[in-house]
């Protein structure tokens, strides 16, 4: 009697369990759906629901039936990006509402079960989904966009702040010249941006000690032949022109100032521009594989272009670009002044994933989810950057001349009056979207000169010299 009583029990809990399975993809099913047509209507172009699924089996990723999967969970983690208020809680309420407005009943809005499936998400994948959506935007189709018929990259790094956390503290250890228990965690970022839609192609993270240079090796093979980098001093040596030059990829960077040069030798195209030849520096740089160093060549035949720089404003008077672009006929001086002034555009872009996506500040407590967030901000960086390619192609213009803060402002608007709307009004609300987006065009003002001053007072308060603890003691013996 015992036995089959004990048995009933069992069979009781199995069928409950698949009933509450059954429940929880009934209710992952109908968020997949109210995302695809809120999140993944704008993005539709570079990141469908199909790719998701593509990704996932490529990565080897395989998930149990559960109401946050990996397509819902990131696509909640991406409007919890793009939203001023990036709490959990936002991000729950959102999805307890898309339930709600489907008629289901009231879940929980515990925050648990969102913030253990945004820990199972695979780093790796949400990497390749940065890459992927970048190479998209890379693929320019209108010719206007391209500098002189060539795509053009342009690399640039900062660095950015985290949780102050034991576990933060062992990968990205706060900079040396701050007490213990008063500063926070600190990574150094580079990344990798399409110059025509100001997409990331790829980018890496690290702790402050490696440098820019080596992450920046690490972006070559995210190149196509045929195409200009372009950067600042730093990523101008000759082992690296020499990599990227064998792999097709053609760049321009800033003379380092330890380089001299002499324009009165070497073949004179103009004044101040000439081809010279570089031999191959004995000592291998720092991080560079030796064997790959012993594999370039002993000579590299580069050009010198030196340009003047008298707009107000600018700190720098006289640049000296080397490149391999030899050709002065196909490439002015003119055009190489020009094209490393759009070197800015890096800088702008990191301001808007710093500032306007708040990735200045990572507010993950450990080293793989604060890896994840940064992740996850680039790709909301690109999807936003592709609603801006969209919009220029129907509508005349160029995407980064679009304003990216009004972009964000009408996507997080418009996405939840899709979200709502039926099948044939869901398409109209998308293309009226386009049309807003084509319409935030950006004033022309390139030597705009604002000085680096502050107007609001800070509050008069000391600095933070010892840990937090330490005060708490010192008021409690007071």
């Given at each position: 009697m015992k036995e089959n009583t004990s048995k009933s029990e069992k069979h009781q809990e199995k069928s409950s369990s698949q009933r509450g399975r059954a429940v929880f993809t009934s209710f992952a099913s109908l968020l997949r759906e109210k995302f695809q047509n809120s999140m993944g209507l704008p993005f539709a172009a570079v990141l469908p629901e199909s790719e998701l699924e593509k990704t996932l089996k490529e990565e080897g990723i395989s998930y149990r039936k559960r109401l946050f999967c990996p397509i819902v969970t990131l696509w909640g983690w991406l409007s919890q990006v793009l939203d001023p208020d990036k709490s959990c809680k936002k991000a729950v309420s959102r999805v307890v509402a898309y339930l709600i407005d489907l008629?289901?009943?009231?879940?929980?809005?515990?925050?648990?079960?969102?913030?253990?499936?945004?820990?199972?998400?695979?780093?790796?994948?949400?990497?390749?989904?940065?890459?992927?959506?970048?190479?998209?935007?890379?693929?320019v189709s209108e010719p206007h966009w391209l500098w002189c018929g060539r795509r053009v990259a342009v690399v640039d790094g900062s660095t950015l702040l985290m949780a102050d956390t034991p576990q933060n503290q062992a990968p990205f250890p706060q900079h040396k010249k701050q007490a213990k228990g008063c500063g926070f965690p600190i990574?150094?970022?580079?990344?990798?941006?399409?110059?025509?839609?100001?997409?990331?192609?790829?980018?890496?993270?690290?702790?402050?000690?490696?440098?820019?240079?080596?992450?920046?090796?690490?972006?070559?093979?995210?190149?196509?032949?045929?195409?200009?980098?372009?950067?600042?001093?730093?990523?101008?040596?000759?082992?690296?022109?020499?990599?990227?030059?064998?792999?097709?990829?053609?760049?321009?960077?800033?003379?380092?100032?330890?380089?001299?040069?002499d324009f009165r030798r070497g073949k004179r195209l103009g004044r101040y521009d000439h081809i010279v030849s570089w031999q191959k520096p004995k000592q291998c740089p720092a991080g560079l594989c030796r064997r790959k160093f012993d594999t370039l060549p002993e000579q590299l035949m580069v050009r010198e272009v030196r340009f003047q720089v008298s707009d107000p404003g600018f700190r720098t008077r006289q640049v000296t670009l080397v490149t391999t672009?030899?050709?002065?006929?196909?490439?002015?001086?003119?055009?190489?002044?020009?094209?490393?002034?759009?070197?800015?555009?890096?800088?702008?872009?990191?301001?808007?994933?710093?500032?306007?996506?708040?990735?200045?500040?990572?507010?993950?407590?450990?080293?793989?989810?604060?890896?994840?967030?940064?992740?996850?901000?680039?790709?909301?960086?690109?999807?936003?950057?592709?609603?801006?390619?969209?919009?220029?192609?129907?509508?005349?213009?160029?995407?980064?001349?679009l304003s990216f803060a009004a972009t964000v402002q009408h996507v997080a608007i418009f996405s939840t009056l899709i979200a709502s709307a039926i099948n044939g009004r869901r398409h109209q609300l998308y293309l009226l979207l386009l049309v807003l987006v084509a319409t935030e065009q950006l004033h022309c003002r390139p030597n705009r000169y604002e000085p680096r001053v502050k107007k609001r007072r800070p509050k008069p308060y000391r600095w933070m010299k010892k840990p937090r603890k330490d005060y708490h003691r010192q008021q409690q013996k007071s």
């Amino acid at each position: 009697m015992k036995e089959n009583t004990s048995k009933s029990e069992k069979h009781q809990e199995k069928s409950s369990s698949q009933r509450g399975r059954a429940v929880f993809t009934s209710f992952a099913s109908l968020l997949r759906e109210k995302f695809q047509n809120s999140m993944g209507l704008p993005f539709a172009a570079v990141l469908p629901e199909s790719e998701l699924e593509k990704t996932l089996k490529e990565e080897g990723i395989s998930y149990r039936k559960r109401l946050f999967c990996p397509i819902v969970t990131l696509w909640g983690w991406l409007s919890q990006v793009l939203d001023p208020d990036k709490s959990c809680k936002k991000a729950v309420s959102r999805v307890v509402a898309y339930l709600i407005d489907l008629g289901q009943p009231l879940p929980s809005t515990d925050t648990g079960a969102y913030c253990k499936a945004r820990k199972r998400l695979a780093v790796n994948w949400l990497l390749g989904l940065v890459r992927k959506t970048g190479n998209q935007l890379h693929q320019v189709s209108e010719p206007h966009w391209l500098w002189c018929g060539r795509r053009v990259a342009v690399v640039d790094g900062s660095t950015l702040l985290m949780a102050d956390t034991p576990q933060n503290q062992a990968p990205f250890p706060q900079h040396k010249k701050q007490a213990k228990g008063c500063g926070f965690p600190i990574a150094r970022i580079a990344a990798l941006f399409g110059l025509a839609t100001g997409g990331v192609l790829d980018a890496a993270i690290s702790a402050l000690s490696i440098g820019e240079v080596n992450l920046f090796r690490g972006f070559f093979k995210r190149l196509l032949p045929g195409d200009v980098v372009i950067g600042e001093a730093m990523f101008g040596s000759y082992a690296d022109i020499a990599l990227l030059l064998a792999t097709g990829v053609d760049s321009g960077f800033r003379l380092h100032s330890r380089r001299k040069t002499d324009f009165r030798r070497g073949k004179r195209l103009g004044r101040y521009d000439h081809i010279v030849s570089w031999q191959k520096p004995k000592q291998c740089p720092a991080g560079l594989c030796r064997r790959k160093f012993d594999t370039l060549p002993e000579q590299l035949m580069v050009r010198e272009v030196r340009f003047q720089v008298s707009d107000p404003g600018f700190r720098t008077r006289q640049v000296t670009l080397v490149t391999t672009l030899l050709d002065a006929k196909a490439y002015p001086k003119a055009a190489l002044a020009a094209l490393y002034r759009e070197r800015w555009q890096a800088e702008i872009s990191l301001r808007h994933l710093k500032t306007r996506l708040q990735m200045e500040f990572l507010t993950s407590k450990t080293p793989d989810m604060v890896k994840k967030e940064f992740y996850v901000h680039l790709l909301a960086y690109n999807l936003i950057r592709s609603v801006q390619k969209q919009a220029a192609e129907q509508h005349g213009g160029k995407p980064t001349l679009l304003s990216f803060a009004a972009t964000v402002q009408h996507v997080a608007i418009f996405s939840t009056l899709i979200a709502s709307a039926i099948n044939g009004r869901r398409h109209q609300l998308y293309l009226l979207l386009l049309v807003l987006v084509a319409t935030e065009q950006l004033h022309c003002r390139p030597n705009r000169y604002e000085p680096r001053v502050k107007k609001r007072r800070p509050k008069p308060y000391r600095w933070m010299k010892k840990p937090r603890k330490d005060y708490h003691r010192q008021q409690q013996k007071s």
